[in-house]
């Protein structure tokens, strides 16, 4: 197996994030053109859509991250990593739905439902993420040989909670729909900051 | 005529099908905004919509698991190959179309119609497929040298089934719609499963 | 300017044309909900939307496959060819609009209208195209060495009737639409069908 | 760090940048079914939509060539520019939307406010390129050892003023609508045309 076929691997995946992540900006709709008098309004009044372009994109793009950093540690892949490979790309292309559902619906009675639904699906793409991972380094299973097994334990240790955070803002969200999601964006942006996971 | 060239025959198609994969979310509608008092109903109503996405997700990435199990084989190619190629995007590219009919109609009188119309394409994509993989592997036209034999003729007999599997399950569809749809999903968790094909 | 710079630009491309010619299926419209009775006719009264879809399938599949090939006898580009990439981008993305514009009113008072759009698009497309390989042919200016003149000289006897092609369908169309249309179908067929330029 | 994972940066940036511009023909909506005796009009009195089309393509194509040449000079990555990377996909990723407000409200009494988002999605476009660009280049941080200081310095003193002109264009559009467009424009177009910046 060649490297430049995990290479093709990861163009796909690349592919579908991408796109993932753009195609939240649909979901960002227009104003009716009756309500030109009040523009200005108008456009303030859809901040969930932003909100939900942010959180969406800044997790989107956190996986994206980490997917690419795993993949330099990877120098082969099996069929059972392909598979899941594509569960995880399929929860993320799936994503600009519950981004869409919440950002309608979070300032009506259907709020419960949607931070459910969204958070379902951020604690499905963790697991998937998780098992993902667990695929790739148990036993070393796909991990290039020189890479020192202090990083990968930095690595497990820093993904392992991800699941359990994510239920936690999942719970959060049930009882106060607005507090679950803010811890969403929340998470999404304590991934993003820059951490030492050994040598990236 | 290089390996680099084929490359970028494998990129552009890496792009469609990632593109059509993660197109498939757009078909999803978000509910109407008076709902929101029922949302979690609504939400769990408009099942067909993740059936659809679900199976046609999975056909579309097993599609490019093997398109791309190909390419690992074939160190060259030719115009007629690119326009096999160029047919096959047409159909993979085309599949968020029916996916969305049979999603909606699913449970309505046009259910044996959004049936057929699915089943088609994929009867067609099949097809395609099978002549796209003939056209390479016919007389070794585009296999590189060191592949064994026994490895093409293991993927031929592995294919070979495909067109007559997706005509059944078109069959089916014509008699009975929803056993037909399952039998799609079935089709492509089939497929999905990791299988023996001499080496990958 | 090394080869691998050659290769952005490429990717770059390679992504415009696979959206666009993915992005086609969103307008092919599925049925409304009410029409469930007569699905099967619905589906068959769309016909034009099924062939827009195949002549601009075509059209941007046949500029890429150009495109690809042109791109396999330079080896360095300048701004002025960015540049001449971008406004060819510019059009290709830009084809899906007069696409769905004409499959909705090809059967209207608005046909005339409608395949002059399409038009004049394939035609500003030919122009775009031409000027694209002109600059990069022209003294060789960014051709590789190893590429014999001839072979150039073949491909610029191969696409410079292009413009006048293009042309020549638009004034059909202007007379009678339909056989516009039916003339860029021929036309795509055509430049798709496998011809020898030299050596691919 | 090896030069194949900035590679994989470059490739998912790629991505977003050719999905963005693609994107903004989703946009330029087809004219209702009604209309289709006097569609040419139609078509004319949508002249907004083009224009917004035209100066949104040509705003990302600039940034993607900028993006791309910027890429040409670093070796390697680190953390803070993968993240400054991202806020600058974030922001690409947004303009369809603020091109679609400017295009349906131009010519309303919502021009202002539309001009207003459009303008200010330009400048933070403009501010999170430079500072992507300063964190690369500052102290050469990323910066390839063969590049001259000069290039650097160069390409500095190109990229420099963009943000205070789009402020500035900002600015007119405030106080008169049409006039902010066209300078957005106007921008695009002047940031088109290759200049010297050293070696490219």
């Known amino acids: 197996m060649e490297r430049n076929e995990t290479a093709r691997v990861e163009a796909f995946s690349d592919g579908v994030f991408a796109i993932a992540i753009t195609l939240l900006i649909i979901e960002v709709h227009v104003p009716l053109r009756d309500h030109a008098g009040e523009l200005g309004h108008e456009l303030l009044h859809q901040w969930p859509s932003y909100f939900g372009y942010l959180t969406s994109f800044l997790t989107i793009g956190v996986m994206w991250l980490n997917h690419h950093r795993v993949f330099t540690l990877i120098d082969r892949y099996d069929q059972t990593h392909l598979l899941l490979n594509l569960l995880l790309l399929l929860l993320i292309a799936f994503l600009p739905f519950p981004t869409a559902v919440l950002a309608r619906f979070i300032e009506t009675d259907g709020a419960r439902a949607a931070v459910a639904l969204y958070g379902v699906t951020m604690v499905l793409i963790a697991v998937a993420f998780f098992?993902?991972?667990?695929?790739?380094?148990?036993?070393?299973?796909?991990?290039?040989?020189?890479?020192?097994?202090?990083?990968?334990d930095a690595i497990t240790r820093a993904y392992n909670p991800g699941t359990l955070l994510y239920l936690g803002a999942l719970g959060l969200g049930l009882l106060e729909p607005w507090v679950g999601a803010a811890a969403f964006l929340a998470l999404a942006v304590f991934y993003a900051l820059p951490r030492d996971l050994g040598r990236t």
Chains 1, 2, 3, 4 share one sequence.
């Open 131 to 152: 098992c993902w991972w667990q695929w790739a380094s148990g036993g070393r299973r796909l991990i290039a040989p020189e890479v020192p097994q202090e990083q990968l």
